[in-house]
Structure formats: structure tokens, C-alpha cells
């Protein structure tokens, strides 16, 4: 399977713990983008790289969450001292696009994840 | 005001009927207008991309846009029960490097 794969799947964790997710986009992409979707909502823009540099980084993305893409392939997001408001799905993206091009972005399954 | 609006539905209509899904939007800014399918518990699929106004059509799949009145619409003919899923507007500004906007989503069900 060639597409975004995400991992793991699904985490349940309790309020106050540390937890790291990991993106692997398809292999020629540049661009990764790590969004957020609550149920009955659409998905909300966090931050993307190009390469291994992060470019854009939403409102959304508080101090407790960062994100790194070492080497520009597979990335990963970590949220410290989780909080209940942070349960959501966590969707990973990558695109392939040229300088002033827009790429069309292909999503992974997402991280579904549970705090208690 | 959110800046893309949809209805989240839940849309129900027989196998075989025509779909009609909207979204409307404030910011004259957006360019770039897609449509993606997300079925229950999977990532969203982009099935539609869009760039100026006019229709554009694929296979069941019919897309318009009207930046005029800030409305696009997503037309889906002989609806089949596994086009049942969240329908998923999304749109970008110009110059933007892809922070897709996305609306809630319509939620439709297709039965046999």
C-alpha cells in the first residue's frame, strides 16, 4: 500500500499524559499537513511542512502540541499534558506540489484519540 | 460567521435519486474549491478540485461553482447506497501553500 499511513490507529490515554503520533506520507511527497476533526466537524488545519521545515502553524496549535518532520519524510505530533478537549481525530496529509502549485492533498486514516 | 458553511444533513434519499450538496462561503479570497468523501472512520478522499467558476463533471459526479453569489454545489446522478458518507466541502486561498478550509460536512444515505 502506497498511500499515507498513520500510526496507531487508536489511543486512549488519560488526562495529563504525553502522546506521539506518526505520519509516513507518500514517499515523493514534500508537503505533510496535520489536521484535527471533531465529531460533526470538518477537519481543521494545524500545521504543514515542506520538506523537513515547518512553514504554517494554525492558532489551534497550542505550546502543548509540536510537530517535526526530520529528514522531510515521515513526521510526527505530540501533545503534552493532554487535556480532554484534545480528543479528536488527528489526520495526516501529504501533496506533492511545485513552487506556486497546489498539490492535491491525500489523507491518511487518521489517529483517533481518546483522553479520559 | 464561520467562513464555509454546509449543512450537516443527515440527507436521506433513495437509490437512484439525484443529490444535490451545498456550501456557501464568505471570503472572496477563495480560489481553489474541492469536494471529499469520507466514509465512517476513514480519512477523506478528494473527489472533486475546482478552480474558477463554471461546471466541471466526472463520471456521476458533477461539480459548480459560482463565485458570484459565493456557492458551490456538488451533483451527484443515480445515486448508488455506496455513495452513502460524509460529503466534505473544502477551499483554499489564493496563494496559499493548502491550509484547506473545510466545511461540516453533509452526512447522506442512500437506500436501496
Known amino acids: 500500500d502506497t498511500g499515507v499511513s498513520q500510526d496507531p490507529r487508536h489511543k486512549i490515554t488519560k488526562r495529563g499524559q504525553n502522546v506521539t503520533f506518526r505520519c509516513d506520507p507518500i514517499s515523493e511527497h514534500n508537503r505533510l499537513y496535520w489536521y484535527r476533526q471533531t465529531l460533526g466537524q470538518g477537519p481543521e488545519f494545524l500545521t504543514y511542512f515542506q520538506n523537513e521545515a515547518q512553514l504554517e502553524k494554525s492558532r489551534l496549535l497550542s505550546d502543548r502540541f509540536s510537530a517535526e518532520r526530520p529528514k522531510g519524510s515521515f513526521s510526527t505530533l505530540e501533545i503534552q499534558r493532554t487535556e480532554q478537549g484534545d480528543s479528536a481525530m488527528y489526520l495526516c496529509?501529504?501533496?506533492?506540489?511545485?513552487?506556486?502549485?497546489?498539490?492535491?492533498?491525500?489523507f491518511g486514516p487518521g489517529t483517533r484519540l481518546t483522553v479520559l | 460567521q464561520k467562513e464555509v458553511e454546509q449543512d450537516p444533513g443527515p440527507l436521506s434519499v433513495p437509490e437512484g435519486a439525484i443529490v444535490s450538496l451545498n456550501c456557501t462561503y464568505s471570503n472572496s479570497a477563495f480560489q481553489y474549491f474541492m469536494w471529499y468523501r469520507q466514509y465512517s472512520r476513514k480519512g477523506p478522499e478528494l473527489l472533486m478540485y475546482t478552480y474558477s467558476s463554471g461546471n466541471k463533471e466526472d463520471g456521476r459526479f458533477t461539480a459548480q461553482v459560482d463565485k458570484s453569489s459565493k456557492y458551490i454545489s456538488l451533483f451527484i446522478r443515480d445515486s448508488q447506497p455506496s455513495d452513502s458518507a460524509t460529503y466534505l466541502c473544502a477551499m483554499l486561498r489564493g496563494g496559499s501553500q493548502g491550509n484547506l478550509i473545510f466545511g461540516k460536512g453533509t452526512k447522506l444515505s442512500v437506500k436501496p
Open positions: 496529509a501529504s501533496s506533492l506540489a511545485a513552487a506556486g502549485g497546489i498539490g492535491e492533498q491525500f
